[in-house]
Nanobody, 120 residues
Framework: QVQLVESGGGLVQAGGSLRLSCAAS????????MGWYRQAPGKQRELVAR???????NYAESVKGRFIISRDNAKNTVYLQMNSLKPEDTAVYYC??????????????WGQGTQVTVSS
């Protein structure tokens, strides 16, 4: 069993910053890609940013230049630094990880989500 625990969401004014964290724990052999997705009310869940275990990243066009994804492999933790936040960034943010569990199976895990609200 693997758990992803997110933290760092909250309410911020437009132009402000927040940093999200997601720590993975449990029966982990290794973690391949980790990422952040978001879902706004009435919309589909969308990719925000993703990072491989070698550090390669990709971002949604809407957050390029404002958000930075990083990870600490020793801590099985992924971060999302969000700068210059806009009201349209308001959503529930979900952590995702492709985990090779100790049994040798690759499993896709999700966190419980953390609310980010940006006021205008």
């Amino acid at each position: 069993q693997v758990q992803l625990v997110e933290s760092g969401g909250g309410l911020v004014q437009a132009g402000g910053s927040l940093r999200l964290s997601c720590a993975a724990s449990g029966s982990i052999f290794s973690i391949n890609a980790m990422g952040w997705y978001r879902q706004a009310p009435g919309k589909q869940r969308e990719l925000v940013a993703r990072i491989t275990n070698s550090g390669s990243t990709n971002y949604a066009e809407s957050v390029k230049g404002r958000f930075i994804i990083s990870r600490d492999n020793a801590k099985n933790t992924v971060y999302l630094q969000m700068n210059s936040l806009k009201p349209e960034d308001t959503a529930v943010y979900y952590c995702n990880a492709d985990v090779l569990v100790v049994s040798g199976i690759l499993v896709d895990y999700w966190g419980q989500g953390t609310q980010v609200t940006v006021s205008s």
